[in-house]
């Protein structure tokens, strides 16, 4: 028996209606958002849960199939969450664009299209312009060892802003670098997601040998590498480690109690990027 061939006419009718239950939903979870704005009351902040977001977007890719592109689901998603955080309290980005772009791309796709950025000359701007108030959130490259002048050796404050991303957290969209990764700091607190990463400031009074400093880590029970020194003539050491680490974590007292360290702060940590980041 020959197939009956569908019906143009009735497959965009019910496309339609996909959409107006597509755009009921949105609309029904806005008002749910704004249900939790006025929850918060004269609580004021940007809205931003890194740790909440990361743990629904990995739930999406994770039950995701079919031939739509998981990277456009995704960022549908970004977009949607983007809009909604921006509901909720102040949301503005600093971008460091002096000479690399491409971290204005990557701010853009993770933060929506109607998030305000504002490009920035130099780090240390980004890092005082969060510290201060003017943005909620800075966006720098991920620290390299030819920074002159790491921002990252700023952190060391009680007061300082954190480190609470690392893009791209998704497939990259509109980066002209596609290897391009950045940090991203904010004053609200890191937020474990499940499978995180943490950036650790250490001051040695003494130079260190990597490997020496690797030891460290393990013989504190902690699992990382270190990812730069400052150039700057200080014995300053970035590290990344496994897992989600606050400050009160016993083995950062046991790292701190070795030989030749001189103090050790937890500077902020990042959801797992699903586009293999880590």
């Not at 897992?243 to 500077?267: H, M, P, Y």
């Amino acid at each position: 028996m020959e197939k009956t061939k569908p019906n143009l006419d009735d497959l965009r009718r019910e496309i339609d209606e996909i959409d107006t239950s597509l755009h009921d939903l949105i609309m029904r979870r806005t008002a749910i958002v704004e249900q939790v704005a006025e929850a918060k009351g004269s609580q004021v902040d940007s809205g931003m849960r890194p740790g909440r977001e990361a743990v629904i977007l990995r739930r999406l890719a994770a039950r995701h199939a079919g031939h739509f592109g998981r990277g456009s689901l995704l960022r549908i998603w970004r977009e949607i969450i983007a809009t909604l955080t921006a509901m909720q309290g102040p949301y503005s980005v600093a971008v460091f664009t002096d000479d690399v772009d491409e971290l204005w791309d990557l701010a853009r796709d993770h933060f929506g299209s109607y998030t305000d950025l504002s490009g920035c000359a130099t780090r240390r701007e980004v890092v005082a312009g969060v510290a201060g108030g003017s943005w909620t959130h800075g966006t720098l490259p991920y620290p390299a060892e030819t920074d002159e002048r790491p921002w990252w050796a700023g952190l060391w404050s009680t007061d300082a802003p954190r480190v609470v991303l690392r893009l791209p957290f998704v497939e990259p969209g509109n980066v002209r670098d596609r290897g391009a990764s950045a940090l991203v700091i904010a004053r609200v607190p890191p937020e474990a997601s499940g499978d995180d990463r943490s950036l650790l400031l250490l001051e040695t009074t003494a130079q260190v040998r990597r490997p020496v400093i690797g030891e460290m880590l393990a013989k504190a029970g902690l699992e990382g590498e270190i990812v730069c020194a400052a150039a700057d003539g200080t014995h300053q050491y970035l590290a990344e480690v496994a897992g989600f680490l606050e400050g009160g974590d016993s083995r950062l007292a046991t790292l701190a109690k070795q030989e030749n360290v001189e103090r050790v702060r937890v500077i902020g940590a990042y959801p797992v990027p699903l586009n293999g980041n880590s």
